[in-house]
């Protein structure tokens, strides 16, 4: 079967780190998306992983292990336009398709 | 800015009513999607469209129709509207770069049946 797995909802401080996590299990992998989407907008395209380690795009990070079929989406010195949902997808090598998570709603605090 | 546009932004109609979408782009993309996103769901692709009168069906297919007639239009028909399909629709165009095939979408339209 095919499923993605990430935190309903996090909160963090401004100036902080905060990293969330995506686990999957799909029949066949193709890379690994991260999108934002901010309340009534369109997702927005963040980062693309499709070989095992760190990529890194300024403030945001992503990881992937694909033995593990984990990644994480690492913010740093947030911001409160980071305030947003955090949407996390798998491409599946059989069918092309890209396969989203429901989504991780981040709330940034002053 | 993937030059998408959706319209019309904001809908509501009536149950058994048709409502047609449209989609149009101005860079020649082959690809492209629909798909809607609702509360506790994922966004799931309902039609996609490999080329001009090339179509197929997604995961929530049920109830729409998509047509392509030129390169630049994809449109998603409710043939007869229901409240289950009150949702936020997105199109989406793929586009190969550095970041391998990546989807970039539409800025949405809101659609309420009631």
């Known amino acids: 079967g095919q499923n993605i797995d990430q935190p309903t909802e996090m909160t963090a401080t401004e100036g902080a780190i905060v990293q969330i996590n995506c686990t999957y299990q799909?029949?066949?992998?193709?890379?690994l998306f991260w999108y934002q989407q901010h309340a009534g907008e369109a997702p927005t395209f963040l980062s693309y992983n499709v070989l095992d380690g760190l990529e890194e795009k300024g403030r945001f990070s992503s990881f992937l292990s694909r033995s593990k079929g984990y990644s994480y989406l690492l913010l740093k010195e947030l911001q409160m336009k980071d305030s947003a949902s955090y949407l996390c997808a798998v491409r599946d090598s059989n069918t092309d398709k890209l396969i989203f998570g429901t989504g991780t709603r981040l709330q940034v605090f002053p | 800015d993937a030059g998408i546009t959706q319209s019309p932004r904001h809908k509501v109609t009536e149950t058994g009513t048709p409502v047609t979408l449209r989609c149009h782009q101005t860079?020649?993309?082959?690809?492209m999607y629909w798909y809607r996103q609702d509360p506790g769901h994922g966004l799931r692709l309902i039609h996609y469209?490999?080329?001009?009168?090339?179509?197929d069906k997604g995961e929530v297919s049920d109830g729409y129709s998509v047509s392509r007639s030129k390169t630049e239009d994809f449109l998603l028909t409710l043939e007869s509207a229901t409240s289950s399909q009150t949702s936020v629709y997105f199109c989406a165009i793929s586009e190969f770069k550095n970041s391998g095939n990546t989807i970039y979408f539409g800025e949405g339209s809101w659609l309420t049946v009631v």
């Open positions: 469209s490999y080329g001009v009168k090339d179509t």
């Open positions: 860079e020649n993309h082959r690809y």
């Open positions: 799909t029949s066949g992998f193709n890379g």
